[in-house]
C-alpha cells in the first residue's frame, strides 16, 4: 500500500509540494559519544535473526549490528497494520510512534522504555521539553547530511506544537509511517514533509 498525500493535521489534506531528495542541517541535537573500542574477534551470536556485536560501532555490548536493507524491509512488513492510538502490534494496530517502538524491539529484543500517555493530535501548544525528540535522544543517535533508508524521521507539523509525527525512510524519496484515519502507508517524502523535519537519527546498530 502506498499513500502519497500528506495531512496538516488528523483528517485535513494537503496537496503535495515539489519533489526533494536532501535536507539541510537543522541543528538538533547532540552527536552521539560512542567511544573508541575495538571490537572482538570471536564469532558473533545472534538475537532475533539479526547478527550481535560486541563493539560500539555495532551499537554497543550485545546490541545487535543490523543492515539498512533488514531494517527497509521490517519497516514494510508493517504496512497495512491499522492505525490504533498508542498500540505498536504488527498486523494489529499501530501509531507512528508505535512502529518505531515496535521496530526497536525487532531489532533490539525490548523497547528501551515505555512511553507517557500522548494524544494524537498535531495542533497544540509546545511544551517546554518535547517528549518525542527527548526520548529520540535518549536511545538513538542523530545524524546530519543526506537522508538514508532505515533512518528515523521526527516532523514538527505545525511551527508552534511538538515533534509529534515519526516514520522512517525506507529510500532517499520515500517513508513509512502511520497516521489516524488509514494505516501504516509507504509516502513520497516530499518537500512538504522536508520542510516539516525536526530531527533525523539512526537505530542502533545500524551497519553501511
Not at 529510500?171 to 513520497?188: C, L, T
Request: glycine share 10%; with cysteine; charged share 20%.
Amino acid at each position: 500500500m502506498r499513500d502519497e498525500e500528506p495531512q496538516a493535521r488528523q483528517g485535513s489534506h494537503l496537496p503535495l509540494a515539489g519533489r526533494s531528495k536532501s535536507r539541510s542541517d537543522f541543528g538538533w541535537g547532540e552527536a552521539l559519544n560512542t567511544g573508541a573500542a575495538h571490537a572482538s574477534a570471536i564469532p558473533t551470536p545472534t538475537q532475533n535473526g539479526f547478527a550481535v556485536s560486541a563493539s560500539p560501532q555495532g551499537g554497543g555490548a550485545g546490541r545487535p549490528c543490523v543492515a539498512r536493507a533488514r531494517i527497509v524491509a521490517a519497516a514494510r512488513a508493517w504496512i497495512g497494520t491499522p492505525y490504533v492510538h498508542q498500540a505498536a502490534a504488527k498486523g494489529q494496530g499501530t501509531d507512528c510512534l508505535g512502529l518505531i517502538r515496535g521496530l526497536y524491539a525487532e531489532l533490539h529484543g525490548a523497547e528501551p522504555e515505555a512511553p507517557p500517555p500522548y494524544t494524537p493530535d498535531w495542533n497544540e501548544a509546545r511544551a517546554s521539553e518535547e517528549p518525542l525528540l527527548s526520548a529520540a535522544r535518549r536511545h538513538l543517535a542523530p545524524v546530519a547530511g543526506a537522508i538514508l533508508p532505515a533512518q528515523i524521521l521526527i516532523f514538527r507539523i505545525l511551527p508552534a506544537g511538538p515533534a509529534k509525527h515519526c516514520g522512517v525512510a525506507v529510500s532517499e524519496d520515500h517513508f513509512v509511517h502511520a497516521y489516524a484515519g488509514r494505516a501504516v502507508v509507504e509516502s513520497w517524502l516530499s518537500r512538504w514533509w522536508i520542510e516539516r523535519l525536526a530531527g533525523v537519527f539512526e537505530f542502533p546498530g545500524v551497519e553501511e
